[in-house]
């Protein structure tokens, strides 16, 4: 039995067309067409469309009311242009916002073009002016009136316009521009003297933080060394600053009653001084010669004398009192700077890089342990010195010998001009309470101990403790006691250990890698 479905297999479908699913060629959909062309040509069927005026249509459906030639009479092969002729004259009659085509795409005609702005509020589109360009400045022409006076020359010299109304802007001031250039470098002179300034006003503060630090530092590694006994931060931090507060309290103390029975004494002995230099016959015979006690006695009774005398007193108390607070200031700062010392380390740690964080902290930390080493030191040379000296004026027989001692101690503490110091207030207080013997006696002592303590004390244990040579520590003391005195001598040389370990660690493979 022959197939009833018409074949034409006699040409294939040109292009944009297609078979349906009977075999039928079925037509490309047609180009958009103009507003004057009628339904029936934007079909290209020939068909009319029949549906009434002002009937909606859904997007992609066929019409209920379609004319009686396309209905019913080729379901097959007219079906698939019934529906396109339908759908194309439902779309454009009815005036739908979004009308398709038979295969679900919009038509090219009726897609809205997009906006480049919307308000965020609603998502409305918004239209924008169009963009208006600036009015360049004029030059100024021959003979052309002079702005000062011509309102409407200078306008147009300057370019006034709606977006400009005072006339376009000229090009901003570069950095290599001399105006700028010299107000920045004003501004860093201005900002370096006042830094310089603000610390020298402050540098009794900074002083004390300072030494303050270095003592935190130094004592850290007594600390450690308890904690390796099982004790915890706390209470290492705790034992380590209660000796020191005995020890200060303590020299303190063995002060205190030299002192009063020397003041009682001298208030005791005042007449009889005073009676012995009216019978001394050297002094009577000056006095018959210059009038010395003519003269002493008006400098004594008149009023400049009284002033200065109470001026004197005034700043004597001024500075004991000082004293006493820089002393207390410092002792606080030191147990804040113990306890936190882990805290403080890692803190500056991180401000370096953290490719060389590593490096850093390894050579922060030899530096802290040199800085705590030297402390180490010091006070071990000093309790050497305490200790010899309170066992020779022992047996010497001279009063206050531990008081003396004490002082030893800690003038010694001061790199190379304390020991001197020591004995200097040693011999002095020997021939105040003794004999001329007593005198000769400590001055000779104390030369030799400084010798043995200047080249066989001090080198070794420096050497062991912060690795220093000893001609870099004599030059270092000189140059810190004369920038910042007794304290500039006490830093300088841990401060030389951390230059030259930073030189043999830095600078010099550095040196060798060019």
């Known amino acids: 039995m022959p197939d009833e479905t018409p074949h034409d ?28 062309e009628t339904d029936s040509d934007v079909s290209g069927t020939g068909k009319t469309d ?18 009686a030639g396309e209905t019913g009479s080729d379901e097959t092969g007219d079906s698939g242009s019934g529906e396109a002729g339908s759908s194309e ?7 739908e916002d979004h009308p398709e085509a038979p295969s679900g795409a919009l038509i090219p005609e009726e897609i809205e073009q997009p906006v480049g702005e919307r308000d965020p509020a609603t998502g ?8 208006q360009q600036a009015s360049e400045p004029v030059p100024p022409e021959p003979g052309a009136p002079d702005p000062a006076h011509d309102v409407e020359q200078r306008k147009r010299e300057a370019g006034v316009d709606h977006l400009f109304p005072f006339g376009k802007p000229g090009q901003p001031l570069g950095r290599a521009h001399p105006f700028v250039f010299g107000f920045t470098a004003a501004l860093g002179v201005i900002t370096a003297w006042m830094l310089v300034k603000a610390a020298t006003n402050a540098k009794s503060v900074i002083v004390m933080i300072v030494v303050a630090m270095f003592l935190a530092v130094g004592l850290n590694p007594a600390v450690e060394r308890l904690r390796r006994f099982g004790l915890p931060r706390g209470a290492a931090v705790a034992t380590v600053f209660l000796i020191v507060i005995l020890f200060f309290a303590g020299f303190v103390a063995s002060l205190v009653q030299p002192v009063s029975e020397q003041v009682t004494e001298l208030r005791h002995n005042i007449p009889e001084y005073v009676q012995q230099l009216q019978n001394n ?11 010395l006690l003519e003269r002493a006695e008006k400098t004594v009774n008149g009023d400049g004398f009284q002033k200065g005398l109470t001026d004197t007193a005034t700043g004597i108390g001024k500075v004991a009192i000082n004293g006493i607070f820089q ?3 410092i002792l606080i700062l030191t147990l804040y700077f113990l306890s936190s010392l882990p805290q403080i380390k890692t803190f500056f740690y991180q401000l370096a890089p953290r490719t060389r964080r590593a490096r850093v902290a390894l050579l922060g930390d030899e530096i802290l342990d040199r800085i705590g080493g030297y402390v180490a030191g010091q006070f071990t040379i000093a309790l050497i010195a305490g200790v010899c000296s309170y066992i020779f004026l022992s047996i010497l027989g001279v009063k206050y010998a531990l008081a003396l001692a004490l002082i030893v101690a800690v003038t010694d503490l001061i790199p190379l001009i304390g020991a001197t110091i020591g004995a200097v207030v040693v011999s002095l207080v020997a021939f105040l309470t003794g004999t001329t013997t007593d005198l000769i006696v400590c001055a000779v002592f104390y030369v030799v101990y400084q010798q043995v303590e200047n080249y066989v004390v001090y080198p070794r244990v420096m050497k062991r403790t912060v690795d220093v040579q000893p001609a870099v520590t004599i ?40």
């Open 327 to 329: 002393t207390i200031t």
């Open 475 to 514: 030059v270092a003391a000189l140059v810190g006691a004369a920038l910042l005195g007794v304290v500039g001598a006490l830093l300088a040389i841990p401060t030389a250990a951390a230059i030259s370990l930073l030189i043999r660690e830095v600078v010099m493979p550095r040196q060798e890698t060019l």
């Open 89 to 95: 004259s439902g779309s454009g009659g009815s005036g």
């Open 124 to 131: 409305a589109p918004v239209t924008l002016p169009a963009a």
């Open 50 to 67: 029949t549906t009434e005026p002002g009937e909606a249509h859904d997007s992609g459906t066929r019409s209920p009311r379609t004319s």
């Open 9 to 36: 297999d006699g040409r294939e479908p040109a292009p944009g067309e297609g078979r349906s699913a009977t075999g039928r060629r079925v037509p490309a959909p047609a180009p958009p067409a103009d507003e004057t």
């Open 281 to 291: 016959r050297t002094l009577a015979d000056w006095d018959k010669r210059y009038g």
